[in-house]
């Protein structure tokens, strides 16, 4: 099919607070620069489905929704060197452009590359036009530069990251969010060290990849928060020390973990939650003179975040992370590598299975429920 459209089939986002409609779409051929690939397994994250129940006011539909997905590259276009036809690829929505030119990919300080932000903020490829047509013709917009909820998507070069051959792209797929995003929180972005104490909120499957990471990392302790108690068994089965009901509590969360379970604080604290007052008390947790907090969940549009001024003149700091600081392509490879030499377990993620990608509808009910880490859909 190399350089001819591909008929197939996906789920596409007619409208906000709709299922998915399974379609047969077109999909065009790559253009320079363009990966086209065949998507053998997504994994469902929140934010499709926060886009699909309309919270994104950004949110452009029709669309495709998808972006952690294990694929297969079926042809490329004019210029692509990277990859070539029948490598693995993991689709990654914060691309690495590499270029010499580009000061966030020669940073080592970021992960932010902006080469095609503009475009893939407006549901388009780089050069501004769609590679998804429905059966009238009518154009489909692409999500987070992946759009992986159809047999076959297209992609940025850039936002390819090419992976062994011997890994299983219906475990390597979470390595294109979620999991990736919780272990680079705590290894690049707060840079957690031997002995340190830690605290999570939220235990969804960012904050269990905070934990396996802090674990990884050599944290002496590391405190699990939820309001959902269902959640700590898994918690303390990959590392978790403590756990803490916060719905259960007399006192507000932050004065029950330093004042309580430690005098100062905690050395590190992650939000994975996305809740605006979790995150300032996450904040307010972290240790006086030099507790870090990182913010990692995405809190609903429009909210703010706050906390009193003396928390951070007492020595807090605030920070954030996207995709955990990794740089995509260079990253996610390795990654995968550590996963297949037994370092980096992940299969405890993965606590839903699904078969075809019309089965789509049926993972994101499974999302939604209470006891969903990810739902992965094998095509
Ligand atoms: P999830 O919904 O599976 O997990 C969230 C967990 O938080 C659940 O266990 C829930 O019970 C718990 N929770 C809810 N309210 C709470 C509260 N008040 N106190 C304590 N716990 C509470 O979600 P996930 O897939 O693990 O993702 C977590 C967050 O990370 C989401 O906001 C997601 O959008 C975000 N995310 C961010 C990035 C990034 O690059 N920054 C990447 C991936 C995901
Ligand atoms: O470059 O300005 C930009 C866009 C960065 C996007 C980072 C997204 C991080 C949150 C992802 C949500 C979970 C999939
Ligand atoms: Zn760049």
Not at 192 to 208: K, M, R, W, Y
Request: glycine share 12%.
């Amino acid at each position: 099919m190399i350089g001819k459209p591909i008929s197939c089939k996906a789920m596409v986002a007619r409208a906000a607070k709709q299922p998915l409609t399974l379609e047969i779409i077109t999909v065009d051929p790559p253009k320079a620069g363009e990966v086209r690939v065949k998507v053998i397994a997504n994994a469902l994250c929140h934010t499709d489905v926060y886009t699909l129940d309309g919270h994104d006011p950004e949110g452009l539909f029709p669309c495709i929704l998808g972006h952690e997905a294990g694929c297969v590259v079926e042809s490329i276009g004019h210029g692509v060197q990277s990859v070539q036809v029948g490598d693995h690829v993991i689709p990654c929505y914060t691309p690495q452009c590499c270029e010499a030119q580009c000061i966030f990919c020669q940073s080592s300080k970021t992960n932010l590359c902006p080469k095609i932000r503009g475009t893939q903020g407006k549901g388009l490829m780089p050069d501004g036009t769609v590679r998804f047509h429905d059966k009238e013709g009518q154009p489909i917009y692409h999500f987070m530069g992946c759009s992986t909820m159809s047999e076959y998507s297209v992609i940025a070069e850039i936002s390819c990251a090419k992976i062994s051959v011997d890994a299983p792209l219906d475990r390597a797929c979470l390595f294109g969010c979620g999991v990736s995003t919780g272990l680079g929180a705590v290894w690049n972005t707060c840079k957690v060290e031997v002995n340190s104490t830690v605290a999570v909120f939220g235990l969804g499957a960012v904050g269990l990849a905070v934990i396996q990471g802090a674990k990884m990392a050599g944290a002496s302790r590391i405190i699990a928060v939820d309001t959902n108690a269902g959640k700590f068994e898994a918690a303390t089965s990959i590392g978790a020390t403590d756990t803490v009901d916060s719905s259960k509590l007399e006192k507000p969360v932050q004065q029950h973990i330093a004042g309580v379970l430690t005098k100062w604080g905690v050395d590190y604290s992650f939000d994975c939650t996305g809740n605006t007052d979790v995150m300032r008390a996450a904040l307010e947790c972290s240790h006086r003179g030099w507790g870090t907090s990182c913010v990692i969940g995405v809190a609903a549009c429009g909210q703010e975040i706050s906390t009193r001024p003396f928390q951070l003149v007492t020595g807090r700091c605030w920070k954030g992370t996207a995709f955990g600081g990794f740089k995509s392509r260079k990253d996610v490879p390795v990654l995968v590598q550590k996963n297949l030499d037994g370092e980096l377990p992940i299969d405890h993620f993965v606590t839903h299975e699904f078969i075809g990608v019309n089965s789509t509808n049926d993972a994101i009910e499974a999302l939604h429920g209470g006891g969903c880490l990810r739902a992965v859909v094998k095509y």
